[in-house]
């Protein structure tokens, strides 16, 4: 699992390195754009029900860190969905698998869903 620190938030966010990575390539350009956007994920089945959502602005520091040294391989057709979530007022929606799940191969399109 990688981890997204965000602000001065000392709980970093948890999530699958080929989704934080996908995450990273979209909130980077977005930011590097000085272009404000919410990121939302429900939480984990293991944890508190519910879901969080933060406010992403070029201000507010981020780190992206992963579990593995080798690099994600980037799925073209996930940018866009995230890119255009993320420029629409819903935001991204983040989902992703259990625990589980995460051990078997999993397409990275079927974990990111685009809020209405």
């Keep these: 699992m990688g981890l997204l ?8 966010i948890e999530m699958p390195d080929r989704i934080l990575a996908h995450v990273k390539v979209v909130a980077t350009t977005k930011l590097r754009r000085n272009e404000s956007f919410t990121m939302t994920w ?7 029900a519910g879901r969080t959502s933060v ?16 690099p994600e391989t980037l799925d073209p057709d996930c940018l866009r969905t995230l890119a ?4 629409g007022s819903g935001g991204m929606m983040i989902e992703w698998a ?9 397409d990275i399109r079927s974990q990111v869903a685009v809020a209405a």
């Design 55 to 70: 406010w992403m602005q070029p201000a507010i520091p981020l780190r992206f860190v992963f579990a593995s040294a080798e």
């Design 42 to 48: 429900k939480h984990p089945d293991d944890g508190p």
């Design 84 to 87: 255009n979530a993320a420029a």
């Design 5 to 12: 620190y965000y602000g001065a938030e000392a709980q970093p």
């Design 98 to 106: 259990s625990e589980q799940e995460l051990r078997e191969p999993i």
